[in-house]
């Protein structure tokens, strides 16, 4: 929990407000759900008062802001000081984070904005809504949250920041839960799996998983990078692995070259033309670099 809130107040930064505007959290009923998991009732009155109420009983404390140090000192009695720094401040709910802590938080929300007291909800809400985040299942029935650029464009695109329960993603490839389908030029319908690859928790590829069928009726499948053609890094698999180094039969006039488990080029098969395929792209000396 702690560390999700962290993430939470990182992700938030530029989306919280400040308590030096006395007005966001003053003469507003605030509800903390203390370490002994009861729910104490605040109340900050402009006079530095500090009204708590816990299982209906009332005491009295103080309050006072440093806004040099983006402070709240909060006096509950008896001895019971606590100085908390801002981590995130909105009108529905604040996150006040213990001084000289990195991940001690408390959560108060304002019962005028969250009836429910679900704090954690009502963040979630506001994280998707400032952060223009859509959620994208997984086959494993993960949701992965996708940060995206353009709120009007609802589709994932590579670049895009994306987390799982506002925690960073691992490096790795995530098979999509939707299977796409379009129609081709002839309108067939054909169905395809998507793999996002994720890189330092953003979307580095979209890859789309194409099926063909090679002269000798050997399934390839190919997850590529470009909808409409096969590029150079796309993974290959027959036979349900991935082909590391390979020449593949791949149509009538064309070899698939494989090397290290991704697409090199595609070749012709015809003599001539792949002489001078090789001349054009600098194949006789740089054999690994060109492609297509």
């Not at 929300?109 to 909800?121: F, G, I, K, Q, T």
């Given at each position: 929990m702690?560390?999700y809130l962290?993430?939470?107040?990182k ?5 919280s ?6 007005s966001i959290?003053?003469?507003?009923p605030?509800?903390l ?19 708590l109420?816990?299982n209906?009983?009332?005491?009295m404390?103080k ?7 983006k402070?709240?000192l ?5 001895n019971?000081r606590i100085?908390?720094n ?5 009108r ?13 938080f408390?959560?108060l929300?304002?019962?005028n904005v969250?009836?429910?007291?679900d704090a954690?909800r009502?963040l979630?809400?506001?994280?998707y809504?400032?952060?223009k985040i859509i959620?994208?299942?997984?086959f ?6 996708v ?13 895009n ?5 506002a ?5 790795g490839?995530?098979?999509?839960a939707a ?42 499948f190919?997850?590529?990078q470009?909808?409409n ?5 796309d ?7 991935q082909?590391n ?9 064309k070899?698939?070259?494989?090397k ?7 070749e012709?098969?015809n003599?001539?033309s792949?002489w001078?395929?090789?001349?054009w792209?600098?194949l ?9």
């Amino acid at each position: 929990m702690r560390e999700y809130l962290k993430s939470i107040v990182k992700q938030l930064k530029n989306h919280s407000a400040t308590l030096e505007r006395t007005s966001i959290f003053i003469d507003k009923p605030w509800a903390l759900i203390d370490d002994e998991l009861e729910m104490q009732k605040l109340i900050f009155k402009s006079n530095k008062e500090l009204i708590l109420s816990k299982n209906g009983q009332v005491q009295m404390g103080k309050w006072d802001y440093f806004p040099e140090a983006k402070s709240i000192l909060i006096d509950r009695g008896n001895n019971d000081r606590i100085l908390c720094n801002e981590a995130f401040i909105d009108r529905g709910v604040m996150i006040l984070r213990k001084d000289g802590t990195d991940n001690n938080f408390f959560i108060l929300a304002n019962e005028n904005v969250v009836p429910d007291l679900d704090a954690n909800r009502y963040l979630k809400e506001l994280r998707y809504q400032k952060l223009k985040i859509i959620e994208s299942k997984l086959f494993d029935g993960r949701i992965f949250e996708v940060q995206r650029e353009d709120a009007e464009w609802g589709n994932p695109e590579v670049g895009n920041p994306v987390t799982e329960n506002a925690e960073p993603i691992e490096d790795g490839k995530y098979k999509v839960a939707a299977i796409t389908q379009y129609f081709d030029k002839n309108g067939k319908e054909i169905f395809y799996n998507r793999y996002y690859e994720v890189k330092k928790g953003r979307i580095f590829k979209i890859l789309i998983e194409y099926e063909y069928t090679n002269p000798l009726g050997q399934d390839i499948f190919i997850q590529q990078q470009d909808f409409n053609r096969i590029t150079q890094g796309d993974c290959i698999f027959m036979f349900g692995l991935q082909v590391n180094d390979a020449i593949i039969d791949f149509s009538k006039s064309k070899n698939l070259i494989v090397k290290d488990g991704v697409v090199l080029r595609l070749e012709p098969k015809n003599k001539v033309s792949l002489w001078f395929y090789k001349l054009w792209y600098g194949l006789f000396e740089n054999p690994d670099e060109k492609l297509q």
